[in-house]
């Protein structure tokens, strides 16, 4: 009896999910949009000098096709305008087209209303959406030590150094989740419940947005791999197979916690992985 309670306890601390309470979210949906856009700017900024050194470890390899401008002024002032109109167009896409799938940004509305957290999510909720990105990273960091031991991939490039890895592990974790989560898996949910004509989104359906998403994320991580490593069947299947883990892990936690806690489940996995971990030795 005790064993099975105590299966019972630890199945809920993985899996219990925020209350969604939909007139919450609509009540402070343009506070939540504005804080969002402000997260994903910022997000974009955190990654220049990360996609710098990248330019500069490029040149220094010899690759005359690479323009890394002289000064980071010339790079915030692009990347400030582009972020500014494309998370706009993500926060519109989650927060209002694909409002019906439920979904968006619960904690940071809750935030905004003043009402009681523990009402809307509890601390083991929060605490096993971290530990379930620190597994994830701990597995995948453990494949990469199983295949380095079967079949070494030769670098192109070396690879920034950590610091930069940490910059990037914020900016990542911010503007993926708000891309691929709140934009593009909210979007596929709703586009499906259109379709069916529901009011609300099946598992099946989430799911299936889960998945799509999460190939889409893959997909749009092998041009970064290329600055790095020959695109191979092989790299190109491991790009794929590691970012679909991820991304499907990433996805389950904004259905069950939200944007904000996927944000922060992002940026441990990516600390974990990347800083802490080191994959590519």
């Not at 998945?211 to 889409?216: G, L, R, T």
Request: one cysteine or more; glycine letters at 6%; aromatic letters at 12%.
């Amino acid at each position: 009896m005790r064993i099975k309670k105590s299966d019972n306890q630890l199945n809920k601390f993985f899996t219990s999910s925020v209350v969604q309470n939909k007139e919450e979210k609509k009540t402070y949906r343009w506070q939540v949009g504005i804080s969002v856009l402000i997260l994903f700017i910022i997000g974009s900024l955190i990654g220049i000098p990360y996609s710098r050194e990248v330019k500069r470890l490029n040149l220094m390899a010899g690759h005359t096709d690479v323009n890394l401008n002289e000064s980071v002024i010339n790079d915030i002032i692009p990347i400030l305008i582009s972020s500014l109109i494309l998370g706009a167009i993500l926060v519109f896409i989650g927060l209002w087209v694909s409002s019906r799938a439920n979904l968006g940004a619960p904690v940071l509305a809750r935030i905004f209303s003043k009402h009681p957290m523990h009402e809307l999510i509890t601390w083991p909720s929060f605490l096993s959406s971290i530990i379930l990105a620190i597994l994830v990273a701990l597995f995948l960091l453990g494949l990469f030590e199983l295949q380095s031991e079967f079949y070494s991939i030769t670098g192109k490039v070396p690879r920034p150094s950590k610091p930069f890895y940490a910059l990037v592990s914020f900016s990542a974790g911010i503007t993926e989740e708000i891309m691929f989560r709140l934009g593009l898996m909210s979007l596929i949910i709703s586009v499906i419940q259109l379709l069916k004509k529901v009011d609300s989104p099946s598992n099946k359906t989430i799911w299936i947005g889960i998945i799509i998403s999460a190939i889409c994320f893959g997909l749009i991580h092998l041009p970064l791999s290329k600055n790095f490593v020959e695109l191979t069947p092989f790299t190109i299947g491991v790009t794929m197979i590691g970012n679909f883990i991820t991304g499907s892990t990433f996805g389950w936690i904004f259905w069950k916690r939200g944007l904000l806690v996927a944000i922060i489940s992002h940026i441990t996995f990516d600390l974990m992985f990347h800083v802490i971990g080191t994959p590519y030795a």
